[in-house]
């Protein structure tokens, strides 16, 4: 392999530059180009639900696809329930219906009679879920329950974006029955590591983890548990959540159940759930000004093969060949033989889309034995040796997954600050958008007042509190907790 160092492109796509906004001149209209230049999604005619493309719904699929794994691999199975709740199902959990009432799309006609009981769009499916639990389970013997389902869910969101907020949208959630309080908290917290490792190990993003506070937690709960992510613009992105519902379900639906000394007992529940918006996450965390930067282990394409001068002898069944050789590695590898668009135009096209390596090969390349890579997240041009390219593009995916990770984790800690008092925290909120740690009272009244007068909020309790003074940075009575703060989608 011989290294021909970084390679300046600035010049290589003109037209590619000027199709997305910048991200430092307006990052809404960047995010809104990127998605829409890399056709991962289009809008449909009704606001807020959007199709999701095939590259857009690959990259869902593929996240999908650890998770089932990793849920598979703990004991869960997959079911499915119901999308229309009936009314009094959803008015049994009182916290649960206001948490939820403004976001609820109701069903009232079915063909042409009006239905006896309104039914709705599930926003969440805990109340149809415990509804069928109460019927189900009888015995100690048949928990823990550990279900999950892969389903859409519809909230009537007022603003919409692609990935961020849909009014229908994509997602999995548990839901679990257990016997005792610890091993209702062991699965909450068990699934949460998985949620950070789907973060960190497959999407390259780095996350805060740690409890949310009474206000901002899952309505209905005891407690919730969160991973935070930072996005490019220094806002915060909840990217998965796990919820320890103690009884507060079980009690509302009368799930029971006879255990060992034959007392009737209500178990303890779980829900937990992640959405497309890690979608989102991916390209706000990782995209540049040319388009989507892909981490390699969730990218649909991990390597594009671009022959050059393709129709010169010998270069499409060389190309041919080096894909079956790449594939047989376990790799996923596109092969653009279309004669309708020049070599160039595909380079833009697939940075565009973040592919993480290109392997350019064409009648010199093949005479010398040699292929041209470029890698997406630095846009590096290097000399692979054809003799061992399987195991060198091997090694260099797993090169861009890591340095894609750490590059992640660089930019957060640079945005990451500290606050002592309210107007040391007003001024990180206004001049340097990020994550901000400060000592909190734990009083709801200190919690509204970062609302009230920054539009932020607390992001979550880590679980690794630093100790950074006695006293609140809000009110300055005694300090309970350090909490990060952000601006958050």
Sequence with gaps: MQKKGVKDMSNDNKEFVKEITKMEDDFAQWYTDVIRKTDLIDYSPVKGFFVLKPYGYALWENIQMFLDKRFKDTGHENVYFPMLIPESLLNKEKDHVEGFAPEVAWVTIGG????????????????????????????????????????????????????????????????????????????????????????????AIPVISGIKSEKEK??????????????????????????????????????????????????????????????????????????????????????????????????????????????????????????NYSPGWKFNEYEMKGVPVRIEIG??????????????????????????????????????????????LEEREKKTYTASNLEELKTQMETSPGFVKMMWCGERECEDKIKEEMSATIRCIPFEEENLGETCAICGEKAKHMVYVAKAY
């Design 112 to 203: 042409k009679e009006e239905l006896p009981e309104k039914l709705c769009i599930r926003p969440t499916s805990e109340t149809i879920i415990c509804e069928m639990y109460s019927k189900w389970l009888k015995s100690y013997r048949e928990l823990p329950y550990l279900y999950n389902q892969w389903t859409s869910v519809v909230r009537w969101e007022k603003e919409t974006r692609p990935f961020l907020r849909h009014r229908e949208f994509l997602w999995q959630e548990g839901h679990t029955l257990h016997e005792t309080a610890e091993e209702a908290q062991v699965e909450t917290l068990q699934m949460l590591d998985i949620y950070k490792e789907l973060a960190e190990d497959f999407l």
């Design 218 to 339: 899952f309505a209905g709960a005891e407690a919730t548990y969160t991973i935070e992510a930072l996005m490019h613009d220094g806002k915060a992105l909840q990217s998965g959540t796990s919820h320890n519902l103690a009884k507060h379900f079980a009690k509302a639906f009368d799930i029971t159940y006879l255990d060992r000394n034959g007392k009737l007992q209500h178990p303890y529940h779980t829900s937990w759930g992640a959405s497309t918006r890690l979608i989102g996450a991916v390209i706000m965390a990782h995209g540049d000004n040319r388009g989507l930067v892909l981490p390699p282990r969730l990218a649909p394409i991990q390597v594009v093969i671009v022959p050059v001068m393709q129709k010169k002898e010998g270069v499409l069944e060389k190309a041919n060949e080096l894909k079956i050789r790449l594939e047989a590695k376990g790799l996923r590898v596109k092969l653009d033989d279309s004669d």
């Design 363 to 408: 009648p010199r390349d093949i005479k010398n034995n040699v292929v041209m890579v470029a890698r997406r997240d630095t846009l590096e041009k290097e000399t692979f040796d054809l003799d061992t390219i399987e195991e060198l593009i091997s090694n260099l995916l797993d090169d861009i997954q890591k340095s894609m990770f750490n590059r992640a």
